[in-house]
């Protein structure tokens, strides 16, 4: 068994997480105050977004140097404190690298643009005439630059231009960058779209955005071996690769041990269920079955394959879950749980991004003005420029917008939620004196007590770990049960996805001949131990542990 798979990550916006300098946007030694709650927690390591030298346009996702910290987030005696900090604690860091482009301000492409035979010019990727493959960001993906009379390629925004994987200087850059930081002692590395790294060399016109071409491209696995042999081997690291639009088959070749790639990945399948026809900027219900069924599909594949799933509901680019698939209002402690505990039971290695503990909610903000994400402010101009109405367009970005996830951390109920002393860089929800770290430590009903059980549980239950993953009722319109199955042994997970009552009959041949029967886990306090007939309350959630007779 490897480390991370009896692992939980916890994910940090260090921009909205905690500010020990009392300014606007949240600081290393921010994260270094709240070691001991995340440690009293019980998470094992902290997956940080970017901190390096940035412009800032995508909050980071657009480095300018890889090797210097952010001034806005302190200095590098910060990080390294903050690594020993944790160290400390029994808790790793994992560094997030953003690697298939950097900012277009980095010297390297300062150098590249400046002439068609500079030495740099081959780090990036240039071409006399653009295909018509479209940007992740909205418009075209290339960007013309008069000084040479040539485009660039970038997938996301203008300023974020894509490296050249293809040439060798490139990929030794990378690999000598991350020697830096494993160096360093970075417990691992979180792989910003990695599997977009690799173009195929005739850029080839689309009938749709140009996805197929780049997504899992002809050389990725074999630059993902080289950076393990590089980087990895012979160290403990725990790297997860972001899987842009992958396959299943493609996840469990990145993950499987013997490939030697990487130890698990993230994709997105299961977070477009309120995207009809693909769509995301429109607003709409999630659909449930489809929730199930994607997920489901993951857990079997990956398990038959010898693949390994990082697990979450949330992160800094998507809305609140607790808001998206649970109900934010009457029914949101319970629901909040249930979708926790329908998350940490699967078979993978679970993520927790800040506030999720908490049940934190999307903001709800109105106005555009209160958004800052350059995805929205790009959206919600192309919907005006189009003709939608000013109401349809913010009903859309209200409810899809991913500056729902990045509202400041509540920590108490103070001015600011706690988060600054200074007025944050985006809005505190309304509801922060609710909901916040302070409260719920004390309460032992809070959404918080319920995360820390499930990920003690995880340590404490080899069947969470790698029992076989079955599922029941697939075609249930409201309840989500599945089994995860060992020898002699199971357990039994139910989830009541709506806020009605709901009655249910499990298959007999699934649960078996029961001899024994423990209760892990549940969101009411009087959970009956039955096993075959149920009669679910609003949001109602249990795990049982069964031995067969
Ligand atoms: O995101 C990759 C990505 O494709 C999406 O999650 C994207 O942000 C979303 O589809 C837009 O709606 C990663 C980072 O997580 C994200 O914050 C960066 O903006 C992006 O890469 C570019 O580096």
Redesign the pocket.
Known sequence: MQDWQRSVIYQIYPKSFYSHSGQATGDLLGVVDKLDYLQWLGVDCLWL?PFLCSPQR??G??ISDYYAIDPSYGTMADCELLISEADKRGIKLMLDI?V??TSIEHAWFQQARSSLDNPYRDFYIWRDQPNNWES??GGSAWEYEAQTGQYYLH???HT?ADLNWDNPRVRAEVFKMMRFWRDKGVGGFRL??INLISKPANFPEDSTDGRRFYTDGPNVHAYLQEMHREVFAGHRLINVG?M??TRLEHCIRYSRPDSQELSMTFN?HHLKVDYPNLQ?WVRADFDFLELKRILSDWQSGMQAGGGWNALFWC????PRVVSRFGDDGEHRVVSAKMLATALHLLQGTPFVYQGEELGMTNPGFENIDQYRD??TLNIYRLKRDAGESEASSMAAIQQ?S?DNGRTPMQWNRQANAGFSAAEPWIGVPANAAQINVEDQLEDPASVLRHYRQLIALRRSEPLIQHGQYRQLLPEHPQVWAYLREGEGERLLVVNNFYGTRCDVELPEQAIGEVAQQRLLISNYDDCPLRTRQLSLRPYESFVLHLIDR
């Open positions: 977004t995508d909050n996702y657009d953003v298939n482009h992740k960001f997938l996301f925004d974020q910003d779209v972001e842009s639009s997105f995301k992160n800094h680019d998507q350059v995805e899809k991913r």
